[in-house]
């Protein structure tokens, strides 16, 4: 049967492409499997590790509490299992050689195994917060199931522990399925305190190096990003210099806050709505849009914008 379409041109252009981008960019043109991690492989994983945390609300929909413990076990092997290939995936990617991967895979599985219980804790805070904190809210299991923020959370806190272990693609890619998802963008690097609560969520946005106390409560379409960006000499951007802020605890920021650069919001300041902020709070401090204005029309003789200032 033929097809009135060009195949074979095309398809020739196309792998004439593709051996000039490998060629470029120093990757191997050997026949060989996969090269790089599978963001739809991660998905099940996540799927899998979402049922081990909370198996009788993110489980399957007809497993029994007395069958919990034997799903957990099995569930949880066949997630490290995945896993552990991806992260060998990973590895490959960053050595760009397939040998001696598999016993550093298998030892950062392990590490993140033994990680999950705290990620558990940690999550538990943060549904209790989202609970309290919305008086909409009738139970934590409606909090669990239905809040964008707390899903958000449940893959920052595992993005994080992938993170931490240096394995940044995968961790990478965990987030931004959430971000694909709930419209939260939080990258990996954001170290994030217990008690959470992001309301709403869409268009929230918390970058790389910011650094969230306990008991934060943000709104939709807050900004935590950075101000500017560090250059090298050859013009090149620096990677990993702190350029986010610090939110120390208790803190609540309203919707559209834009918090930008290495500032520090002092513990329990308040961030008004559609404020925009390049420079440190003190801790209690009550920020709007008025009050800076009022103190714009002022010399600031500090970098610091005090509480009697700021104050509503």
Request: net charge negative; with cysteine; hydrophobic share 40%.
């Amino acid at each position: 049967m033929t097809t009135p379409f060009p195949i074979q041109e095309v398809a020739a252009q196309l792998a004439e492409q593709r051996r000039h981008w490998r060629d470029s960019h120093q990757r191997s043109q050997e026949p060989g499997g996969r090269e790089f991690p599978s963001r739809d492989a991660l998905a099940q994983t996540l799927g899998l590790l979402k049922g081990v945390l909370f198996p009788m609300r993110l489980g399957p929909h007809d497993l029994l509490q007395e069958s919990e413990d034997f799903y957990v076990d099995h569930t949880l092997d066949a997630a490290l299992h995945r896993l552990q290939t991806q992260i060998a995936l990973e590895l490959r990617y960053t050595q760009r050689s397939p040998a001696g991967t598999e016993e550093p895979a298998q030892a950062l599985t392990r590490q993140f195994a033994l990680a999950l219980p705290g990620i558990r804790r940690l999550l538990d805070s943060d549904v209790q917060a989202a609970y309290e904190g919305d008086p909409a809210a009738r139970t934590v299991d409606e909090v669990l199931l239905c809040y964008p923020g707390v899903l958000a959370l449940i893959h920052h806190r595992i993005a994080h522990q992938l993170y931490v272990l240096q394995l940044p693609l995968l961790a990478r890619i965990v987030s931004e399925l959430a971000h694909s998802e709930t419209g939260i963008d939080i990258h990996p690097g954001a170290q994030i305190g217990e008690g959470f609560f992001i309301d709403h969520g869409t268009g929230v946005v918390v970058g790389e190096t910011a650094v969230i106390g306990r008991k934060v409560r943000i709104y939709q379409a807050v900004t935590l990003g950075a101000k500017r960006f560090v250059q090298t000499a050859q013009g090149h951007l620096q990677k990993g210099q702190p350029r986010h802020p610090i939110v120390e605890d208790g803190v609540v920021i309203y919707a559209g806050a834009t918090i930008l650069g290495r500032v520090t919001l002092g513990a329990g300041a308040v961030i008004g709505g559609n404020v925009w902020l390049t420079q440190s709070v003190a801790a209690g401090a009550h920020v709007t849009q008025a009050s800076l204005q009022a103190a714009a029309q002022r010399p600031r003789n500090e970098p610091t914008l005090p509480a009697e200032e700021a104050a509503l």
